[in-house]
């Protein structure tokens, strides 16, 4: 008599057909979440990337070597990670940073207008570690002539397009912005980051994340 066990058999032919079916379920899904994070948006490079390195160049931008004085202005703790479109971290990636000082002048671009601010770097490079995470200090960014406040980054990854992009800071007014107002719908909500009081010694102090995803 056939027991309840060889019932439950299932046929190989119809064994490959299930397979075949879960393959065709799973993949789609597998792809799916792979995709799930779309590319950072780019902006102009604009007029102010540095025409001269300064000799001091690392990820304190409040602070040049051989200065008594650190920069003005609100310091800035800005950090996050690179990642690809799956998630994945991007380790050994290289970071550009650079910005205006709290007068608004940029120190590398030949702008020698006056106020400035000579403790100010102005640039500087983060790489990310295994984990994919960036580190920056540096002063909360200002506004000036026809522009909001906002961070240039330049992102740069073994095998993997570069990224140049603006970061900007969410509740700052960026009404009639010369970059924005050509930008496509939603690319400024996906370039804002929020800043908080920062919990360390620093009680003027402000700290932003934000994650940049390449291609």
């Known amino acids: 008599m056939p027991t309840e066990t060889a019932h439950c058999r299932i046929a190989p032919g119809r064994r490959h057909v299930l397979r075949a079916l879960a393959i065709a379920t799973v993949v789609p899904a597998v792809l799916a979440r792979a995709q799930s994070l779309a590319p950072t948006p780019s902006q102009p490079e604009g007029p102010f990337y540095p025409k001269v390195f300064p000799a001091?160049?690392?990820?304190?931008?409040?602070?040049?070597?051989?200065?008594?004085?650190?920069?003005?202005?609100?310091?800035?703790?800005?950090?996050?990670?690179?990642?690809?479109?799956?998630?994945?971290?991007?380790?050994?990636?290289?970071?550009?940073?650079?910005?205006?000082?709290?007068?608004?002048?940029?120190?590398?671009?030949?702008?020698?207008?006056?106020?400035?601010?000579?403790?100010?770097?102005?640039?500087?490079?983060?790489?990310?570690?295994?984990?994919?995470?960036?580190?920056?200090?540096?002063?909360?960014?200002?506004?000036?002539?026809?522009?909001?406040?906002?961070?240039?980054?330049?992102?740069?990854?073994?095998?993997?397009?570069?990224?140049?992009?603006?970061?900007?800071?969410?509740?700052?007014s960026v009404a009639g912005d010369i970059v924005l107002s050509g930008s496509p719908g939603g690319v400024l909500e996906r370039l804002t980051m929020t800043l908080a009081r920062t919990s360390g010694h620093e009680p003027d102090a402000l700290a932003?994340?934000?994650?940049?995803?390449?291609?």
């Open 208 to 215: 932003g994340s934000f994650d940049f995803v390449l291609r």
């Open 56 to 172: 001091d160049r690392d990820s304190d931008l409040t602070q040049i070597a051989g200065h008594k004085s650190r920069a003005s202005g609100t310091p800035l703790y800005f950090t996050g990670r690179v990642l690809v479109r799956d998630s994945r971290p991007l380790a050994n990636a290289t970071l550009e940073l650079w910005q205006c000082d709290v007068h608004g002048r940029y120190h590398h671009a030949g702008d020698e207008g006056v106020p400035r601010d000579d403790n100010f770097q102005g640039y500087g490079i983060a790489t990310t570690d295994a984990d994919g995470h960036y580190s920056f200090k540096t002063i909360r960014p200002v506004a000036y002539s026809g522009r909001p406040p906002h961070l240039h980054v330049r992102v740069r990854a073994a095998k993997r397009d570069a990224l140049t992009t603006q970061v900007y800071i969410a509740g700052d």
